[in-house]
C-alpha cells in the first residue's frame, strides 16, 4: 500500500490527515485499477479497524460519550426497529397461515412464526433498519465533521479521534443490536399473533407455549447475539468512510451512501457466514 | 522619519537566556502527489517569539503548521519540539506534546453541535479531569472574556460571525495553556475593524503569556504588527528571513514584488 498516512502496520500512529496526500481507496477501485482500490480499501479497514481497536482498549476510556452514542443507537432506534418487526410480524402471519394451510400443517403456525422470526428475520430486518439509520447517521456526521477540519481539531486538542468518535460508535452499535432484535422479534410475535386471532381466535398463551414448544437456548440466543457482529460492522463501516471523506459536499453524500450500501451488503454477506457458524456450533 | 512600513515597537522582546528553540524545523520537505509544496525549509522559534510565515496562496503556509502539529506527515526532514523530535511518535505520545499546543484554524474548526462554551470547555473536560465543573466553568468564562467574547457562553458557532468564531477559537486552543501557538491565517476574511481586534488580541496575549507563536497570513500589516520575525516563502522554499527592515533592504525581486502589492 503506497499510502504513507497508513505506515501504521509498521506500529506507528498516524494522523487520518496524513492520508489527505493520496487520493482514498474506494471500495470498486478506480478505473485503472479495481483490483487494487479493492485491496487497498480492505487494507485500510484492516488498519483503521487495529487503530479503534487499540483506542479503545487503552485509557482515558470515553464513557459519556459512549453513554451519548447508547442513546442515539438506541433508544432513538426503537421506534423504527418496533415498527418494522410489526409489519413483519404481520407480513410472516399472512404468509405463513396461507402456505400452511396448503400443506394441512396449520397447527405448525406458532411454531414456524417464532422460528421465521427469532432466527432469521428479527435479526436481519433489525441489522437493516439500524444499518439504514444509524450507518448513515454515522457516515454523515462524521464525514461532515471531517471536511470542516473538527476532526482535525479533535486531534490536535490532544484527543485521540479513534477513541472518541469511532470506539464509542462502533461499540454502541455493537451493544444495542441485540437489544434492539429483542425489540423487533417482540413486536413481530405480537403482531402476529394479533393478525392470526382475527382470524382464528388463539390465546397469546396458546400461541407462546405452543411455539417455544421444545425450544432452546440454542435456538434463539445465537440467533439473537449473532446482531453484535452486524452492529460490529454497521459501526466500523460507518465510521470508516466517515472518517476519510474528502471532497466536501458531496465527500459527505458519497459517505452518508456509502456507510449505508456497504453496511448493509457486508451484514447480508456475514449473514451467510454466521448462520452457517451457528448451525455447526449450537445444533 | 517614520514610515508605513515601520515595525510598531509593541511587540514582546523574545527570550534571551539560552536561546533554546521551543520549535525547530529542519530540511523539511511535504509533497501532495506530484507537487512540492515545501522543498527543504529549516526554521525555529524561541519562547516569547512570533514569527510570521507570508507567502503566496498554495505556497505550503499552511501545510507548515499541520506538519508541526503533526495532523501531516513530512517527506523528510526533522520537527523538533522542546528538542523531541516528533517523526513516527504514536497518537497518544504526540497528544501529550499536543497538549503544549494551541492551534486556531484558518476557519476555526469549532465544533458545530455544541455551543460556544462547551467549545471552550471541550479541551478542559478531556485533559483537565480534575476540575470541578465550576471551576471549568469559572475558565471557560475567563478565557472568553479574554478574547471578547463574554456573554456568548450558550451561544451556537452558526449563530455568531467568522471574527467571533475565531475569537472562540481563539480562545479553545488557550484553553490549556499552550507554551506555543499556532494561528492560521487569524485574520483571514475579516473585515479591517475585526482584523485590528484579532491583530491586538494576539499581541496582548503574547504580551501577557509569552509563547512560542507561528503565525501564518497573507496580511503583511497584521504580520509586522505582530511578530518578532517574517520568514517569506515561495515555491516550498523560505526566500527571506528576518525583521521587517530585512525585508524592506532585500534586492531579492519576489520580496519586493511582495511588498508592492501588500
Redesign the interface.
Given at each position: 500500500m503506497s499510502d504513507r498516512g497508513f505506515t501504521a502496520v509498521a506500529g506507528v500512529n498516524l494522523p487520518l490527515a496524513g492520508r489527505r496526500n493520496r487520493p482514498s481507496p474506494s471500495f470498486a477501485g478506480s478505473a485503472a485499477g479495481p483490483v487494487n482500490g479493492f485491496f487497498e480499501w480492505f487494507g485500510s479497514l484492516g488498519i483503521f479497524s487495529w487503530q479503534v481497536l487499540k483506542a479503545a482498549v487503552t485509557p482515558p476510556y470515553e464513557w459519556r460519550e459512549l453513554i451519548r452514542q447508547l442513546d442515539e443507537v438506541g433508544s432513538k432506534s426503537l421506534p423504527l426497529v418496533a415498527m418494522a418487526g410489526a409489519a413483519i410480524g404481520v407480513i410472516i402471519s399472512l404468509e405463513a397461515r396461507y402456505s400452511l394451510s396448503r400443506f394441512g400443517a396449520k397447527s405448525m403456525f406458532p411454531a414456524t412464526l417464532v422460528y421465521s422470526v427469532i432466527q432469521v428475520m428479527g435479526p436481519i430486518i433489525t441489522g437493516l433498519v439500524v444499518s439504514g439509520r444509524v450507518g448513515a447517521g454515522i457516515g454523515a456526521e462524521l464525514a461532515s465533521m471531517k471536511v470542516t477540519e473538527q476532526i482535525d481539531a479533535i486531534e490536535a486538542s490532544a484527543i485521540n479521534p479513534y477513541r472518541l468518535l469511532a470506539s464509542t460508535r462502533i461499540l454502541a452499535c455493537v451493544l444495542m443490536l441485540p437489544m434492539l432484535t429483542l425489540a423487533t422479534d417482540a413486536c413481530a410475535l405480537v403482531t402476529g399473533w394479533f393478525a392470526q386471532n382475527l382470524v382464528e381466535p388463539l390465546s397469546f398463551h396458546q400461541f407462546i407455549s405452543s411455539g417455544f414448544n421444545g425450544a432452546t437456548f440454542n435456538a434463539f440466543l445465537p440467533p439473537t447475539f449473532k446482531t453484535a457482529v452486524y452492529g460490529l460492522i454497521i459501526g466500523l463501516i460507518a465510521c470508516f468512510q466517515g472518517m476519510r471523506t474528502r471532497g466536501g459536499a458531496e465527500g459527505v453524500g458519497r459517505a452518508a451512501t456509502n456507510s449505508v450500501v456497504l453496511g448493509s451488503l457486508f451484514l447480508i454477506l456475514a449473514d451467510v457466514v454466521l448462520v452457517k457458524f451457528i448451525l455447526v456450533f449450537f445444533p | 522619519m517614520a514610515t508605513a512600513y515601520d515595525i510598531p515597537a509593541k511587540q514582546a522582546e523574545p527570550e534571551q537566556d539560552g536561546r533554546a528553540s521551543v520549535v525547530a524545523v529542519e530540511n523539511l520537505r511535504k509533497?501532495?502527489?506530484s507537487h512540492t509544496v515545501l522543498n527543504g525549509i529549516s526554521l525555529s522559534v524561541s519562547r516569547g517569539e512570533t514569527l510570521a510565515v507570508l507567502g503566496r496562496s498554495g505556497t505550503g503556509k499552511s501545510v507548515l503548521l499541520?506538519l508541526i502539529?503533526?495532523?501531516?506527515?513530512p517527506?523528510s526532514g526533522s520537527i523538533r519540539i522542546h528538542g523531541q523530535d516528533i517523526a513516527?511518535?504514536?497518537?497518544?505520545r504526540?497528544?501529550?506534546?499536543?497538549?503544549k499546543?494551541g492551534?486556531l484554524?484558518q476557519?476555526a474548526?469549532?465544533?458545530?453541535s455544541l455551543t460556544v462554551g462547551e467549545n471552550v470547555a471541550?479541551?478542559l473536560v478531556?485533559?483537565r479531569?480534575d476540575m470541578s465543573r465550576s471551576e471549568r466553568g469559572d475558565r471557560v468564562e475567563q478565557l472568553l472574556a479574554e478574547v471578547g467574547m463574554e456573554g456568548n457562553l450558550d451561544a451556537m458557532p452558526s449563530d455568531i460571525s467568522g471574527g467571533m468564531q475565531k475569537r472562540v477559537g481563539l480562545a479553545?486552543a488557550l484553553a490549556?495553556e499552550p507554551e506555543i501557538l499556532l494561528l492560521d491565517e487569524p485574520t483571514a476574511g475579516l473585515d479591517p475593524i475585526s482584523s485590528g481586534e484579532i491583530g491586538d488580541l494576539i499581541l496582548k496575549l503574547q504580551r501577557e503569556r509569552r509563547m512560542a507563536s507561528i503565525v501564518v497570513t497573507h496580511d503583511l500589516h497584521s504580520a509586522r504588527t505582530i511578530a518578532n520575525r517574517l520568514a517569506l516563502l515561495d515555491q516550498g522554499n523560505v526566500v527571506i528571513e528576518g525583521r521587517f527592515e530585512d525585508l524592506q533592504q532585500s534586492d531579492i525581486e519576489f520580496v519586493k514584488e511582495f511588498l508592492r502589492q501588500s
Open positions: - | 509533497t501532495f502527489a499541520r502539529i503533526g495532523l501531516e506527515t517527506d513516527g511518535l504514536a497518537l497518544d504526540m497528544g501529550e506534546i499536543r497538549k499546543m492551534f484554524f476557519h474548526a469549532l465544533y458545530d471541550f479541551p478531556h485533559h479531569r479553545r490549556l
